[in-house]
């Protein structure tokens, strides 16, 4: 095993790892789904409930596939089947969820590469109209240029390997993205705007609406609905079940402390989300109120140019500097996710790193210009069974989201709990005589409430719940 280790790639140090796997982490759904969630769950209650699940439900996924990446130095095509033969199919399952979620994030990646090259000349009054975004996303030529840009870009990265590639650019990424992040989070609070009825609105006023908790209105239903959205914002927000995890474990050092280092990388990506509410929040409530936040996605394509234009010249500045952030966490999150596909057909075929990245994203890069052709060429619309109305790009995002991913993490948390033990896990963990303190809990959650928690996620997203 530890020859194995050697010439293995791996991060240089704990650091690399933790810098690396928080820029995994952290991505699209904390810049808008995090903040959307906690307005739309009673601000800081939501964040309350966050944050009980995050060291609870999220740390046990987290450090478990973490745990099985380095136990097995394998990617997640062949780690399951290393654990336990007879599971080998759920490697599988994880090979696929990252590809498909590639394929359309990559779209997405080129539209916020779109927003911000539109911001760094000068266009940002253009972007405040409503159909601004479907305008663009019809088009047949422009997309598909910005989504090869921005793919080329996760391309290059992936292509540079484990310490020279991923590594090195995380550690210059996630640094700007987190200080940019803290001085838009700081403007926000002392920006005010008075609306035609009159109405005085600050930056500090939509910040206590978020940290408040707000028990208005609370019912046993609406409570348990916050816990849904808590639970599923930590599932996706994580990298839980896109095999992402189970790679970058892979590439740890066996000398590295597993349990201090997720506990960063929780820290990292709770707190990335907290501020993010604490940009967007305070800037969307004082010029469109509390109704504004009822945006989801639209909230970074849609209600925030029109925010930055409110702020005239200076708006431009703030324009550039939010979707180079927004740049920034879905290129550390693609990348995480091109890597974990190419590290497991570099296992799995003895492949060469050269190989294995250009042949899987020229394939990647197909489908990705098939989705994109999904709102002009081939549009149509098809009703999934959760209710909503999607074309080929909400397809792939309700499959490998709703479907696939949920799966995957309920029989992860059977083979760990059950068929192997969680004793294999906490060995891992605690392979240098570190302590672990959580380990009682961890037990009882990988067991019965994990499985539980992840099921009522299943169900709500195929529309019984």
């Given at each position: 095993?530890e020859?194995?280790?050697?010439?293995?790639?791996s991060f240089?140090?704990?650091?690399?790892?933790?810098?690396a796997?928080?820029?995994?982490?952290?991505?699209l759904g904390?810049?808008?789904?995090f903040?959307?969630l906690?307005a739309?769950?009673g601000g800081g209650?939501?964040?309350l409930v966050y944050?009980?699940?995050?060291?609870?439900?999220?740390f046990t996924?987290?450090?478990?596939?973490?745990?099985?990446?380095r136990?097995?130095?394998e990617?997640?095509?062949?780690?399951?089947?290393k654990l336990?033969?007879?599971?080998?199919f759920l490697?599988?399952?994880?090979?696929?969820?990252?590809?498909i979620i590639?394929s359309?994030?990559n779209?997405?990646?080129?539209w916020?590469l779109?927003y911000t090259?539109s911001?760094l000349?000068?266009?940002?009054?253009?972007?405040?109209?409503?159909d601004y975004l479907?305008?663009?996303?019809?088009?047949?030529g422009q997309p598909?240029v910005?989504?090869?840009?921005y793919?080329?870009l996760?391309?290059?990265?992936v292509?540079?390997?484990v310490a020279q590639?991923?590594?090195?650019?995380?550690?210059?990424?996630?640094?700007?993205?987190?200080?940019?992040?803290?001085?838009m989070?700081?403007?926000s609070?002392?920006?005010?705007?008075?609306?035609e009825s009159?109405v005085?609105?600050?930056?500090?006023q939509?910040l206590?609406?978020?940290?408040?908790p707000?028990f208005?209105?609370l019912t046993?239903?609406?409570?348990l609905?916050?816990?849904l959205?808590?639970?599923?914002?930590l599932?996706?927000?994580?990298?839980?079940?896109m095999g992402?995890?189970?790679a970058?474990?892979?590439?740890?050092g066996?000398?590295v402390?597993l349990?201090?280092?997720?506990?960063?990388i929780?820290?990292?990506?709770s707190?990335?989300?907290?501020?993010?509410g604490?940009?967007?929040i305070?800037?969307v409530y004082?010029?469109s109120?509390?109704?504004?936040?009822?945006?989801?996605?639209?909230?970074?394509?849609?209600?925030l140019?029109?925010v930055f234009?409110?702020?005239?010249?200076f708006?431009?500045?703030?324009?550039?500097?939010f979707?180079?952030?927004?740049?920034f966490a879905?290129l550390t999150?693609?990348?995480?996710?091109?890597?974990a596909?190419?590290?497991s057909?570099?296992?799995?075929?003895?492949?060469?790193?050269r190989?294995s990245v250009?042949?899987m994203s020229v394939?990647?890069?197909?489908v990705s210009l098939?989705?994109?052709?999904g709102?002009?060429?081939?549009?149509?619309?098809?009703?999934?069974?959760?209710?909503?109305?999607?074309q080929?790009?909400?397809?792939?995002d309700?499959?490998g989201?709703?479907?696939?991913m949920p799966?995957?993490?309920?029989?992860?948390?059977?083979?760990?709990?059950?068929i192997?033990?969680p004793k294999?896990?906490v060995?891992?963990?605690?392979?240098?005589?570190e302590?672990f303190?959580?380990?009682?809990?961890?037990v009882?959650?990988?067991k019965?409430?994990?499985p539980?928690?992840?099921?009522?996620?299943?169900?709500?997203?195929?529309g019984i719940l």
């Amino acid at each position: 095993m530890e020859t194995q280790t050697k010439q293995r790639n791996s991060f240089t140090g704990s650091l690399g790892f933790v810098i690396a796997t928080a820029g995994s982490a952290v991505g699209l759904g904390n810049i808008w789904r995090f903040p959307y969630l906690a307005a739309r769950g009673g601000g800081g209650l939501f964040l309350l409930v966050y944050i009980a699940f995050a060291v609870t439900f999220g740390f046990t996924l987290l450090i478990t596939e973490i745990a099985i990446g380095r136990k097995t130095q394998e990617s997640p095509l062949t780690a399951y089947k290393k654990l336990s033969k007879k599971w080998g199919f759920l490697g599988v399952f994880s090979f696929v969820i990252p590809f498909i979620i590639l394929s359309y994030y990559n779209i997405i990646g080129g539209w916020v590469l779109k927003y911000t090259v539109s911001y760094l000349t000068f266009q940002g009054k253009d972007m405040v109209a409503d159909d601004y975004l479907s305008r663009f996303i019809a088009l047949k030529g422009q997309p598909i240029v910005f989504m090869v840009l921005y793919a080329f870009l996760t391309f290059i990265i992936v292509y540079k390997g484990v310490a020279q590639g991923i590594e090195k650019y995380s550690k210059i990424l996630m640094p700007i993205l987190v200080i940019i992040v803290v001085f838009m989070a700081f403007y926000s609070f002392f920006i005010s705007h008075t609306d035609e009825s009159g109405v005085t609105r600050t930056g500090l006023q939509g910040l206590a609406m978020y940290f408040i908790p707000d028990f208005s209105g609370l019912t046993l239903e609406k409570f348990l609905n916050i816990c849904l959205d808590a639970t599923g914002q930590l599932f996706y927000s994580l990298s839980i079940s896109m095999g992402v995890l189970i790679a970058y474990g892979s590439y740890m050092g066996k000398d590295v402390n597993l349990g201090k280092s997720v506990n960063m990388i929780e820290l990292f990506d709770s707190g990335i989300a907290i501020l993010a509410g604490m940009l967007i929040i305070p800037a969307v409530y004082v010029f469109s109120g509390k109704d504004g936040m009822s945006a989801g996605p639209g909230l970074i394509f849609i209600m925030l140019p029109k925010v930055f234009n409110s702020l005239g010249k200076f708006g431009s500045f703030i324009g550039i500097i939010f979707f180079v952030m927004v740049m920034f966490a879905a290129l550390t999150s693609s990348v995480s996710l091109l890597e974990a596909i190419t590290s497991s057909i570099m296992d799995k075929f003895k492949w060469s790193r050269r190989r294995s990245v250009i042949s899987m994203s020229v394939i990647i890069l197909l489908v990705s210009l098939i989705i994109c052709l999904g709102y002009n060429v081939f549009y149509f619309e098809l009703k999934m069974p959760n209710g909503a109305k999607g074309q080929i790009l909400d397809i792939f995002d309700y499959l490998g989201n709703n479907i696939l991913m949920p799966v995957v993490g309920i029989l992860t948390c059977v083979l760990v709990g059950w068929i192997v033990k969680p004793k294999e896990m906490v060995d891992e963990i605690t392979l240098n005589g570190e302590s672990f303190p959580r380990k009682k809990l961890y037990v009882i959650m990988i067991k019965f409430v994990a499985p539980v928690l992840l099921s009522i996620i299943f169900l709500t997203g195929l529309g019984i719940l």
